[in-house]
């Protein structure tokens, strides 16, 4: 139970990078990273965690209870909205590579052509 | 009791994951990449995390796989598209 | 035993050999980690104390918006950089053209659906931004779920509705003056003598709605940014996928 939320994150990391180097369509590489990244949310959270402890939210708590780490937190909030913005400048990058190459497939995109 | 919560949490998030990462089907993979952004609000939210997994169910589950359905109904349109349709008109004004 | 299959089988020992030490690895660093659940928190003890002292009830926010105030400004610029490069990749090519979308017909429990939701999204996504610095939620997560209300619009009508209500030349402006006037809000504390984006507006009574000082201020800009910005780069992805087509080609 101890490491199993950091084995999780190792996992989703493997399976998101596995999916992204076999990929044969850029879109789905895209989703692929988007896996990828959500392990560092879970690695965030897991490390912030503490037993017994709530949400650092004082609006109706004692200001001396216990509560669980709020700064992973404010790193994965960051870390959410910078991994949409990624995926969105990089599927506007496939549909551009769509337009002047004619394919998503890795593969067949093999030279540079102007 | 919070702990086998967490544990089911994170089984979960881990098989739709896996799930999200094998589907090659861009299309099927967004639902799969919805229902893996609902698995980790669930459990952010298990680990008293609701900052994080409130703009997890609004990126991971809505933002994140409109986009990749948007692309793909673009990147795949190009094959059906050369037929006389009187909807192809071209239209400047906007 | 041929060379090719020597060697296939050499390449899968050495595959199963590497992933063994990775795992292993892997195991090794998950154990040096600190423990699950652990109740060590130094710097989340810090922050807490640190935001509590501002009259903020809701830490995560005061993380982000007062003392990882310069980190976010720099997170708001990855977005809105963002929402530029996608609407330069995306715009109107010299062979293309926009197409008028036509009206489709939807189901009219949908339109009931959508019609309902969307003042209710709306509302949540207003009391998510405005209560950012008390309760779960701020300026992303409000801004988000604001672009989610909008294109309720889109489930419940169809495209020419929400090109109707969704003004694209005002939210282009508004997304730019939010993102600049975080960066300008900064320079208040810069005026007082403190310090780039140090909280020096009054802090106001602990759970209050104008408590925290510059938190509540900079989350509203915030939300306003995201808001604008997610639905100027929703636009540009739907502009390309109902509206541009490529002209008929006679190369």
Not at chain 2, 53 to 70: D, E, H
Not at chain 3, 82 to 91: D, E, H, I, Q
């Amino acid at each position: 139970m101890t490491v199993l939320p950091y084995l999780v994150a190792g996992w989703i990391l493997l399976a998101g990078l596995y999916g992204l180097v076999t990929s044969r369509n850029l879109v789905q590489a895209v989703g692929c990273l988007a896996v990828a990244q959500s392990s560092t949310y879970v690695l965030l959270l897991a490390v912030g965690y503490r037993r017994d402890a709530t949400a650092p939210v004082f609006s109706d708590l004692p200001t001396d209870a216990p509560v669980v780490d709020p700064v992973v937190q404010a790193l994965a909030l960051t870390d959410i909205v910078v991994g949409a913005t990624v995926t969105a400048l990089l599927l506007s990058l496939v549909i551009q590579l769509r337009k002047r190459h004619g394919t998503v497939d890795p593969e067949e995109l093999t030279g540079l052509r102007g | 009791m919070t702990d086998t919560l967490i544990v089911i949490a994170l089984l979960l998030t881990a098989t739709a994951a896996t799930a999200a990462a094998l589907t090659r089907d861009p299309v099927r993979q967004a639902v799969v990449l919805a229902l893996l952004g609902l698995s980790l609000a669930v459990l952010f939210t298990v680990l008293q995390a609701p900052d994080v997994a409130l703009s997890q169910l609004g990126v991971g589950s809505a933002i994140t796989p409109l986009l990749i359905l948007l692309t793909v109904r673009k990147v795949n349109r190009r094959e059906t598209q050369p037929q006389e349709g009187d909807d192809d008109r071209p239209d400047r004004a906007e | 035993m041929s060379r090719t299959t020597r060697l296939r089988l050499f390449l899968t020992a050495a595959a199963v050999l590497a992933a063994a030490v990775l795992a292993a690895a892997l195991i090794v660093a998950a154990e040096q980690l600190p423990g699950f659940g652990g109740a060590r928190h130094p710097y989340g003890e810090r922050a807490v104390a640190a935001g509590l002292a501002r009259q903020s009830a809701n830490i995560v926010s005061a993380v982000n918006f007062d003392q990882r105030g310069f980190d976010t400004l720099g997170e708001e610029s990855i977005l809105f950089g963002s929402v530029l490069g996608a609407g330069m990749l995306l715009r109107l090519a010299r062979d293309e053209h926009k197409r008028r979308p036509a009206a489709e017909p939807v189901l009219p429990t949908t339109r009931l659906f959508g019609a309902t939701l969307l003042p209710l999204t709306l509302l949540t996504g207003g009391y998510l931004v405005a209560h950012g610095q008390l309760s779960p939620g701020g300026g992303f997560q409000g801004g988000v779920v604001l672009t989610t209300a909008l294109h309720l619009a889109y489930v419940a009508a169809d495209y020419r509705v929400l090109k109707r209500i969704r003004p694209l030349a005002v939210l282009d402006v508004t997304d730019a003056i939010a993102a600049g006037s975080y960066a300008a809000l900064g320079l208040i504390g810069l005026a007082q003598g403190a310090g780039y984006l140090a909280n020096t507006l009054p802090l106001g009574t602990f759970n209050a709605l104008s408590s925290s000082g510059l938190v509540a201020v900079i989350n509203a800009a915030v939300g306003v940014e995201v808001g604008s910005a997610v639905v100027v780069l929703l636009a540009h992805f739907l502009d390309q996928a109902v509206e541009v087509t490529p002209r008929r080609r006679n190369r």
